[in-house]
């Protein structure tokens, strides 16, 4: 077990790294190559003040209203994932610091029983959110649209959400969140090591599936028609400037 450790939650960082960062920086290069249209692209009606356009950017990037209107259930679980995912963003950076002042208003056991809380319910939303999107694409008229590349996708984000969640739910009492970081401290700090209770505990094997899934993930992500969220941004200010 030590060995599939090694290979997805230690070398397996470090490709993935190097590939998800080379393809990002590939595909940023491709963006700032394309030629720019000589004609103005921004969409009617456009507020006419720059605080205006801003705000506008900020709401079709963030909160998508035109996908609401259109299909309001689809647009309800995909902002509860993805609010869902950004708490859990934020929960894992427990990994790198603990975070200054909950522990301190909590407690020790305060902190754990917070992080158990929404790491749960983060981890459910998502689970929610990725199998609403499976049934989506494998019934109805959007399985006509749907190809091998939507599937693998979804395959892999539901790897890393079953495997997280199991981690969560099956040992989230028996490995403190400090054994984890000194894990991925390790890591990127480039002196990789597993603690003894890390190795020594069955959360190993779901520690290493979850960041199997995860490398594989962020590696195919930036040559997958995910890597249009990055670029939302970009295209939604061209459609909010004049």
Do not use: C
């Not at 190097?18 to 394309?34: A, L, Q």
């Not at 079709?60 to 509860?80: G, L, V, Y």
């Not at 190795?199 to 997958?224: C, E, I, K, R, W």
Request: charged share 15%; net charge positive; proline share 5%.
């Amino acid at each position: 077990m030590e060995t599939y450790l090694w290979i997805t939650s230690v070398w397996g960082v470090y490709l993935t790294a190097i590939v998800f960062f080379g393809g990002m920086g590939w595909r940023i290069y491709e963006w700032s190559t394309t030629p720019k249209s000589a004609v103005r692209l921004g969409m009617f009606p456009k507020p006419k003040s720059g605080a205006g356009r801003f705000a506008k950017l900020l709401g079709d990037t963030f909160i998508a209203p035109q996908s609401a209107k259109i299909e309001p259930t689809m647009w309800t679980f995909a902002f509860a994932f993805h609010l869902a995912a950004l708490g859990a963003f934020v929960g894992h950076g427990r990994l790198i610091k603990e975070f200054p002042v909950l522990p301190e208003m909590l407690g020790e056991a305060g902190m754990n029983t917070f992080a158990a809380w929404t790491g749960s319910i983060a981890g459910i939303v998502m689970l929610a959110g990725v199998l609403f999107w499976i049934a989506r694409r494998t019934y109805g008229p959007f399985k006509n649209l749907s190809v091998p590349e939507d599937y693998l996708l979804l395959f892999l984000l539901l790897g890393v959400v079953v495997m997280g969640d199991h981690m969560r739910f099956v040992y989230g009492g028996t490995i403190h969140a400090g054994v984890y970081r000194d894990w991925f401290m390790s890591v990127l700090t480039f002196k990789p090591a597993f603690p003894s209770e890390l190795l020594s505990s069955n959360v190993s094997v779901s520690l290493g599936t979850h960041m199997l899934f995860a490398d594989l993930f962020l590696m195919y992500f930036p040559f997958s028609k995910l890597v249009h969220s990055i670029g939302a941004f970009s295209s939604n200010l061209v459609r909010s400037s004049e």
